[in-house]
């Protein structure tokens, strides 16, 4: 049987169409290059290469043709080689994200993503965008590689969790709303009669959190008026006038008509968002994300300035 050692050394033959400048080139003998001619001819049962004393060394018509195939499967080979030691090294394949919203408007996602693709153009990535709840499901059940989420104060077994971003904490308010008058900080105490909504149903974490927080600060227990999917889905609910909102700095970047945003007085309240993985039985391909993870580190918002990757 034919191997592709003897395909490249008739290669090297065809195109020096000289024994003992193809030895040179290939860093063997002559006579071992002899034999690998001799034994690709045997098996294919044709003769590649006329050998006269008295003329010098040229193709057969069979080798000829032999010549643009042979050189076509080495190309193949050669890729396939490739592509195999890129996949091992994680260097391409596919790699599932799952991310919140937030981490787009923050510039955190597109961000750490791009550089990533920059890196690795050979790797398809695909996004999906999910409530955190969801992506810790996701994660646990091989489904999403990596999710950036807001942290929680425990995560399922053999899940790890990096900080990326934090940012502070404002109030989200229909422009014409009385405490939205004059770009001022808002005191929590004024919020205490105000409906709250809040972008997910779960009370004990989150931005539910955030919201108690406020009050607490406040000294109330916040009304929570509506849980709802999302901070679009809140902003609507905002502007049409049915509530208040404890939001993420980062939100400031959906520019909804009739919302506006307000910091807190005297209160340092901050939010996170993390890059959570699977302790192992990552592929190479996520392997190799986690690692880029690694440069940065904890960023604070906005992102246009501060958030940058730092190398090893």
């Given amino acids: 049987m034919m191997d592709m050692r003897q395909i490249r050394c008739f290669i090297e033959v065809a195109d020096c169409l000289h024994f003992g400048r193809a030895a040179e080139q290939l860093g063997i003998a002559q006579s071992a290059l002899s034999r690998h001619i001799q034994m690709l001819e045997s098996a294919l049962g044709v003769r590649l290469l006329a050998r006269n004393k008295r003329s010098p060394i040229h193709l057969t018509e069979a080798g000829a043709s032999f010549l643009a195939e042979a050189r076509t499967a080495i190309a193949q080979m050669e890729k396939a080689e490739m592509t195999a030691r890129q996949a091992a090294r994680g260097e391409c394949g596919r790699i599932e994200i799952g991310y919140v919203a937030s981490a787009t408007y923050s510039g955190l996602l597109p961000l750490v993503v791009s550089d990533y693709h920059r890196d690795h153009p050979e790797v398809s990535i695909s996004l999906t965008e999910m409530e955190t709840s969801r992506q810790l499901e996701a994660l646990t059940e091989n489904r999403i590689d990596v999710g950036f989420l807001r942290p929680r104060p425990e995560y399922p077994a053999g899940i790890v969790v990096r900080p990326l971003l934090r940012e502070p904490v404002l109030i989200a308010l229909r422009a014409d709303h009385p405490l939205a008058r004059g770009g001022r900080k808002i005191q929590p105490v004024r919020l205490a009669d105000e409906a709250f909504i809040v972008p997910q149903s779960d009370d004990r974490v989150g931005f539910s959190e955030h919201t108690i927080d406020v009050g607490r600060r406040g000294g ?25 909102s404890v939001v993420p700095a980062s939100l400031q970047s959906v520019r909804l008509p009739g919302v506006v945003y307000r910091p807190l007085a ?3 309240l901050f939010t996170e968002i993390v890059a959570a993985t699977r302790r192992g039985g990552n592929g190479p391909v996520a392997r190799l994300f986690i690692d880029h993870l690694r440069r940065y580190g904890q960023l604070d918002w906005p992102t246009a300035a501060p958030l940058s990757r730092t190398d090893d």
Wanted: aromatic share 14%.
């Fill in 220 to 244: 109330f227990v916040p009304h929570f008026a509506y849980h709802v999917r999302d901070f679009i889905t809140v902003l609507n609910l905002v502007a049409i006038g049915l509530g208040v």
């Fill in 266 to 268: 005297a209160v340092s």
